[in-house]
């Protein structure tokens, strides 16, 4: 391991384990001009992620202090008391310490906190257990998992690991801070309760400490103001109190991010590709280090920025499955507690205008009721998938970006298949799997490079449709939801109405955009080569 004294420069800046995947300028400028931060209002999807997290870790609390014994938690006014607590406990060997907070350490420039700390069984010492309110294991074989009331790991054969690197890293960085007090496990093992919170998922840290220190050593130069650091666009700047400022940056520096964001923007200026209009000028081959994605649609988008066109076609001809009755569908959910609407929009060739219909349950999820209003929606479509068979008629259902639909339709019929009318997993493949359910999503990054990006949002529009309400989005969209369902307070009928128009807004606009690319896309938009030429 990486000694623990490697940093000890006195260092007066502190940093917890949130600095290590958070972008590099957005530390700096927390650091340096945080008296400016205080006075901006908090990002509403910040917030609601922040209350969920909450909620999880309220839950988890009540559960496990009721089964365990042995259980203390730390209760204090601030910081150092609440960290003298912790030390008092793990010096009299509480077996489990809720809400442990550790010492800060002025010499490294640590500061962190641990909703759990479970003194190792076997060999003692301590172990930090985080609660987090995401999914931290899927369906397979290889994790190493414990049962939440005792420390047992064992491998799983029924679950395999998801990643997440920022639950390796908080875990290294609270492990390095005992270790640092010296009441470390020598096993350097950490555990992670996720959503649902069925087991604590078990970390082996060793083969992420070097990733950590390097990380650590990185953030902490930044913090201190010793790292230079310039704006770049990586996905955190959607809810990013100083994207205002760095965004108009971007775009007078003709930002090469904008087109090619994160770790691509990165591999880019290794290469001295600094600007979009370096980009769009490259003829070299693809660096060695990109990352993901295709380089060749990078510069493609370069091009397409600096020429003022929302979407390039890659094909001389743009198409999209087609059927005499044609079904779109919207999910709508609430973080990782269900599916609470599926909207669906029925048009038939020759038939009446479009028809909304949304199946809905305004129960506070998690609810049995979710159960219902999903039978009722799976009945209803495939009433309609059986009724367009019965009368020689082709049918489709189109979704945008499937993956949430498709998890939510295999995860409703897990959950709720002993409610009358909820389909099993195999006839949810079944549908999912055939070429009646058209990801529109898909045809869009088949047939198009988009220098904006992908979402609905940024697509639609091309076509011509506009969203009647001017804050829809998804993040938006929660903070309605917990109106609607009356969450902090009774009920909103308004909020209910809203998400009813957002979700049929979402179908229509899947409808237009389809139908664009079937009868309009050709003309309105150029390929690369065509644009290149009219320059």
């Not at 709508?332 to 669906?344: K, N, R």
């Not at 079944?430 to 992908?454: H, L, M, R, T």
Request: aromatic share 8%.
């Amino acid at each position: 391991m990486t000694s623990q004294r490697a940093v000890e420069r006195g260092a007066s800046v502190l940093i917890d384990a949130g600095s290590l995947t958070r972008c590099r300028h957005r530390l700096y400028l927390d650091t340096a001009y945080s008296a400016l931060l205080r006075q901006e209002p908090e990002n509403p999807a910040v917030r609601q992620r922040r209350e969920a997290a909450r909620a999880q870790r309220d839950a988890i609390r009540s559960n496990l202090s009721e089964a365990l014994d042995g259980w203390t938690e730390i209760e204090a006014p601030d910081a150092r008391t609440a960290s003298e607590l912790t030390m008092a406990a793990c010096r009299r060997r509480v077996p489990w310490i809720w809400n442990a907070v550790l010492p800060i350490e002025r010499t490294t420039g640590r500061r962190g906190r641990s909703e759990i700390l479970m003194l190792d069984p076997v060999d003692g010492g301590y172990i930090p257990i985080i609660v987090v309110n995401h999914k931290v294991t899927d369906p397979g074989r290889g994790a190493r998992t414990s049962p939440l009331i005792e420390w047992a790991p064992v491998v799983d054969e029924t679950r395999k690991v998801r990643s997440q690197l920022r639950d390796q890293l908080r875990l290294a960085h609270l492990y390095r801070m005992l270790d640092f007090e010296g009441i470390a496990s020598p096993n350097a093992e950490g555990g992670a309760i996720g959503y649902r919170a069925e087991c604590i998922l078990v970390h082996d840290l060793t083969t992420v400490f070097d990733v950590y220190d390097a990380r650590f050593l990185d953030r902490l130069s930044v913090a201190r103001g010793e790292s230079f650091t310039v704006p770049s666009q990586v996905s955190e700047c959607r809810s990013c109190p100083w994207w205002t400022d760095c965004r108009p940056q971007l775009v007078a520096n003709r930002d090469v991010s904008l087109v090619a964001s994160g770790m691509r923007a990165d591999a880019l200026r290794e290469q001295g590709v600094s600007t979009i209009d370096e980009l769009a000028d490259f003829s070299g081959p693809e660096p060695d280090n990109w990352p993901f994605g295709s380089f060749t649609d990078a510069v493609a988008a370069a091009t397409a920025w600096r020429a003022g066109v929302p979407l390039l076609r890659r094909t001389d001809t743009v198409s999209v499955h087609r059927a005499d009755v044609e079904v779109d569908v919207d999910m709508e959910s609430y973080q990782e507690h269900g599916a609470y609407m599926w909207g669906t929009l029925l048009t038939e060739k020759g038939g009446p205008p479009a028809e909304y219909r949304g199946f809905v349950t305004w129960d506070p999820l998690p609810t049995v009721d979710e159960g219902r209003s999903f039978a009722e929606f799976w009945a209803w479509l495939m009433g309609k998938r059986a009724d367009a068979a019965a009368r020689g008629k082709t049918f489709a259902a189109y979704c945008y970006s499937r993956a949430a639909e498709d998890k939510w339709l295999l995860d409703s019929a897990r959950r709720f298949g002993d409610i009358s009318g909820v389909p099993s997993e195999a006839e949810i493949r079944e549908f999912i799997d055939s070429e009646q359910w058209v990801d529109i999503y898909q045809a869009v990054s088949d047939q198009f490079i988009c220098p904006n990006g992908k979402g609905l949002k940024k697509i639609a529009p091309v076509a011509g449709f506009e969203w009647r309400d001017a804050e829809a989005g998804g993040e938006a969209s929660m903070g309605w939801y917990r109106e609607a369902v009356g969450y902090d307070a009774e009920p909103d009928a308004t909020q209910r109405e809203r998400l009813l128009v957002y979700n049929e807004d979402d179908v229509r606009a899947t409808k237009v955009l389809r139908e664009w690319m079937s009868d309009r896309a050709e003309i309105e938009i150029p390929t690369l080569e065509s644009l290149r030429a009219a320059v």
